[in-house]
């Protein structure tokens, strides 16, 4: 018993040390190419994806309500998101592992527009109940255990607020 109880620690902790190298290695890729992440992305950054995005995120407002809604585009790379969400009257929390991209997303709105730098596993400096919507977009194959980043997301978002998942169409992840 006390045997298997260490082995199972030990494979614990070896999934916990290969996931936060994951996570390193991503942040330093996207450090990388932060300042040119739209001009590489024709398969977010076009006409047709952005207009029903737009269209997306103002039904999901719509569904919420009007006035003051409190956001986190979580992933938020270049700011895609927020950027929506700040010209349908959000305040957002510009949330990403990767220093760079909450700069680069704060720096569209300042007054509208908040940084948080994930640290790839919780988001424990967060109280519950705290936004009344989350979106990410393109992220969760980025995040090792997707599946406690969004019970995180559940647990922050306010009774009756949306947690938007959405990825672009790619052959490549679905």
Not at 4 to 13: F, G, H
Not at 121 to 127: A, T, V
Request: charged share 25%.
């Amino acid at each position: 018993s006390e045997l298997t109880d260490q082995t199972e620690r030990n494979t614990m902790s070896n999934k916990q040390e290969s996931a936060n190298e994951l996570i390193a290695e991503n942040i330093r890729l996207h450090e990388k190419i932060a300042r040119s992440y739209d001009q590489r992305h024709n398969e977010i950054y076009n006409a047709l994806e952005q207009e029903r995005l737009s269209k997306s995120l103002s039904d999901a407002t719509d569904w919420i309500g009007s006035g003051g809604l409190r956001s986190m585009d979580y992933g938020c790379g270049a700011g895609n998101l927020t950027s929506h969400l700040v010209r349908l009257g959000h305040n957002v929390t510009a949330a990403d592992v990767t220093p760079s991209f909450t700069k680069i997303t704060t720096d569209l709105d300042p007054a509208h527009i908040t940084p948080f730098v994930l640290n790839g596993s919780d988001m424990h400096e967060i109280e519950s109940n705290t936004f009344d919507l989350i979106a990410t977009y393109s992220v969760l194959h980025h995040i090792p255990d997707y599946l406690s980043a969004i019970k995180e997301m559940i647990r922050v978002i306010k009774p009756g607020g949306i947690v938007y998942l959405d990825h672009e169409a790619s052959p490549e992840h679905w």
